[in-house]
């Protein structure tokens, strides 16, 4: 079984400020690891994964994220915001096992990120 | 190239009826995966199929089914509709899981 705690409910910042938003996670098997984005009224986009190899994982939009197996973590970070990426993030796992590890995803509760002016 | 395609977007129901969702997933992928959105619950699992067969399934009532076509497009049917139904569904797919999972914007559906 898996499960996936996103530390902050809620995270403002000011733009161009650097932001983390704090995810960790538990299973009893190896994982692969993602961040997802969500605006109003749409569905999920890709931040970025981690599948292997180097813990520092760099996706779309400027974000980063490093994995931590000893902590069990998977935060993501970006070094300067803009207002556009006010929005809802979600950080997930899934087994990596092959079959049918793969196509459950995990998700946490959930951070809505606040970028003001 | 296209992306995942949900149909349709919004959908209201009566409670107690019956409602089929679509999902065409991106060509080529095999592998299709539906969650349940809502603001109490967030985004819970409730079924996954790779090549016409169920591969995974989450903690939901047997009212709850899906299906899968030989071109990997996809159905869920809930039947009997209850209040608690009403959420964002959304489909997700992949060439064949392991390499993360594209989602389409969600069918919005709304039980009165």
């Known amino acids: 079984a898996q499960s996936v705690t996103q530390l902050d409910s809620q995270v403002p910042v000011f733009e161009e400020a650097p932001v983390e938003l704090r995810c960790n996670y538990s299973?009893?098997?190896?994982?692969?690891l993602f961040w997802y984005v969500q605006y109003p009224n749409q569905g999920l986009q890709l931040l970025l994964k981690?599948?292997?190899?180097?813990?520092l994982v760099k996706g779309i939009n400027g974000f980063e994220a490093e994995f931590n197996k000893s902590q069990t973590s998977f935060h993501l970070r970006k070094p300067s915001v803009h207002i556009s990426d006010t929005a809802e993030y979600f950080c997930?796992?899934?087994?990596?096992?092959?079959?049918?590890?793969?196509?459950?995803?995990?998700f946490g509760q959930g951070t809505i990120l606040t970028v003001h002016p | 190239k296209a992306g995942v395609t949900q149909t349709p977007r919004y959908l209201i129901k009566t409670r107690g009826q019956q409602v089929t969702l679509s999902c065409s997933p991106i060509?080529?992928?095999?592998?299709v995966s539906w969650y349940q959105q809502t603001p109490g619950q967030g985004l819970q699992f409730l079924f996954e199929?790779?090549?016409?067969?169920?591969?995974n399934k989450g903690n939901f009532p047997g009212r709850f089914s899906g299906r899968q076509f030989s071109n990997s497009r996809s159905e869920m049917n809930v039947s009997t509709l209850e209040l608690g139904d009403s959420a964002l569904y959304l489909c997700?797919?992949?060439?064949?899981?392991?390499?993360?999972?594209?989602f389409g914007s969600g069918t919005r559906l709304t039980v009165v």
């Open positions: 060509s080529g992928h095999r592998s």
């Open positions: 981690y599948l292997s190899g180097s813990t």
């Open positions: 997930a796992v899934s087994g990596n096992a092959g079959g049918t590890s793969y196509g459950k995803l995990t």
């Open positions: 997700a797919s992949s060439l064949a899981g392991e390499n993360g999972y594209t």
């Open positions: 199929y790779f090549s016409e067969t169920q591969r």
């Open positions: 299973s009893s098997v190896s994982v692969y």
